[in-house]
């Protein structure tokens, strides 16, 4: 049974072309090698997309990679991890440590599926033992990782981060807002970390400078409990879950 209702094909769709290169000088050897990266660049979309073809509606748990076991955003984030299992999500993290590995602990402790999306950095990040073994996807490449986040989830989730957190944030709102993405809630979870940067959004950019509209902010929300997670991502889809693309 198909969990997602089905969203009508886009028939406008343009095409690209490559522009010359200035000089003309090198452009054979190039297109060689970008032509070769094509194919690294789709293979990781095919193996994403593989990966998710029998998941459940999933949500997507970000937030600092900083963060130790047993401190209080690692246990927020291992029970948002648990609580969205036991309703029946998936949970992705980026697959690293931190909170990523406490709400891939939670949503497998709870039975659930626990997906992991990790990136290859010269820091050498390495995957969380929490993760299924057949969910696991490592990238190259961090704007093909992105889609991955975004096509499959329900909701994102961001506990308190630092600048990739704030990164993943800013891209759902933007692809949200310009109608490249289908509606789906942004949860600030810890009001007293994002309330600042929150406030800024609305009073700098809203009201002050007019760059947003209030409908921009319809679809983000600041919370503290993790019990409301799950309502508030239920009462989103009053007729059901879709694929954001």
Request: aromatic share 14%.
């Amino acid at each position: 049974m198909d969990i997602y209702r089905q969203k009508p094909e886009n028939p406008n769709k343009g095409t690209q072309k490559l522009l010359p290169h200035p000089s003309g000088a090198g452009r054979e050897s190039d297109f060689m090698v970008d032509g070769w990266r094509v194919f690294k660049i789709m293979a990781e979309f095919v193996s994403g997309f593989e990966t998710m073809s029998d998941a459940e509606p999933a949500v997507t748990v970000f937030g600092s990679t900083r963060v130790h076991e047993g401190s209080p955003e690692y246990l927020l984030a291992e029970k948002i991890g648990r609580l969205l299992a036991e309703a029946g999500f998936s949970v992705i993290t980026g697959g690293g440590p931190g909170v990523m590995e406490a709400a891939n602990r939670g949503a497998q402790g709870a039975g659930g599926v626990s997906i992991g999306f990790n990136i290859k950095l010269p820091n050498q990040q390495s995957p969380n033992k929490y993760i299924d073994h057949d969910k696991l996807v490592s990238f190259q490449y961090f704007f093909v990782r992105k889609v991955m986040f975004v096509k499959y989830a329900q909701a994102f989730i961001a506990l308190p981060g630092g600048f990739g957190t704030l990164d993943e944030v800013s891209e759902a709102v933007t692809l949200i807002q310009t109608g490249k993405s289908e509606r789906f809630p942004v949860i600030l979870m810890g009001r007293s970390y994002w309330e600042g940067f929150y406030r800024w959004i609305r009073e700098t950019m809203m009201k002050q400078n007019g760059y947003i509209s209030e409908d921009d902010l319809g679809f983000i929300y600041l919370e503290d409990d993790p019990e409301k997670v799950v309502e508030i991502i239920r009462g989103f889809y009053p007729d059901g879950y879709i694929l954001n693309f």
